[in-house]
């Protein structure tokens, strides 16, 4: 098993321009997640999904979009890229969005924004 | 709301010295709390759960109601320990699920 895969690992965008970051998991989980790392903030939920076509907002969703068509993949899309949005995307995993679940966490993509 | 504090941003600690992660949370519920570990260059994995009770590499935590804490502890450091430490706590969303919200962070540095 891959586990969970993310794609790109580096990009720079220019301000107001749009881009998808691709997650995806072969380990059949039903709760995918996406999370940002910024400096001294941890990591903040932006959106999560509980199966395929449900998704719902995390803490910091605001110019973000996600969609979950299949199982397998939850990309995330910024729909008109800010500079705030400079940070380290996580996608993550779980068998189910029940509390005790371990989540396991894509190698993270690391984005810029001029 | 769910809350996660970790009061320390940096801990150093000498080789062989006993290691103190402290995690406060605030939850009206009864949560599930986690420490995840990301070491130089690896993805973010689970290091333990309370639930499970366990001890792994050496590291143990205890869910302290009382306290509303769930410190991560370890008797002697070792040099393979230095990361970066986040606790973690699973409670209901009030959305029909259950969102992991994650401390800031806690950086161990354990000095040879």
């Known amino acids: 098993n891959a586990g969970v895969t993310q794609t790109p690992k580096f990009q720079v965008l220019k301000t107001g321009q749009s881009m998808t970051l691709q997650c995806a998991q072969d380990m059949n989980h039903e709760y995918m997640s996406w999370y940002r790392q910024d400096p001294g903030m941890g990591l903040r939920l932006i959106h999560y999904s509980v199966g395929a076509g449900i998704t719902d907002q995390g803490e910091v969703p605001n110019g973000y979009n996600v969609s979950r068509s299949t199982t397998e993949d939850f990309p995330l899309r910024l729909l008109s890229a800010a500079p705030s949005q400079t940070s380290v995307y996580f996608c993550a995993s779980s068998q189910s969005g029940a509390l005790s679940y371990e989540q396991y966490f894509g190698p993270g993509t690391r984005l810029t924004v001029t | 709301a769910q809350r996660v504090t970790q009061p320390e941003k940096l801990l150093s600690v000498f080789k062989g010295a006993p290691v103190e992660l402290k995690c406060n949370y605030s939850y009206s519920g009864s949560p599930e709390l986690f420490w995840y570990v990301q070491y130089s260059r690896q993805r973010l994995q689970l290091l333990l759960r309370h639930i499970s009770r366990e001890s792994i590499k050496g590291f143990t935590a205890d869910l302290n109601k009382g306290e509303t804490s769930f410190h991560l502890k370890k008797p002697f450091a070792q040099e393979e320990d230095s990361a970066m430490y986040y606790c973690?706590?699973?409670?209901?969303?009030?959305?029909?699920?259950?969102?992991?919200?994650f401390g800031k962070g806690t950086k161990l540095s354990v000095i040879p």
């Open positions: 973690a706590l699973s409670g209901h969303s009030g959305a029909g699920s259950y969102q992991l919200t």
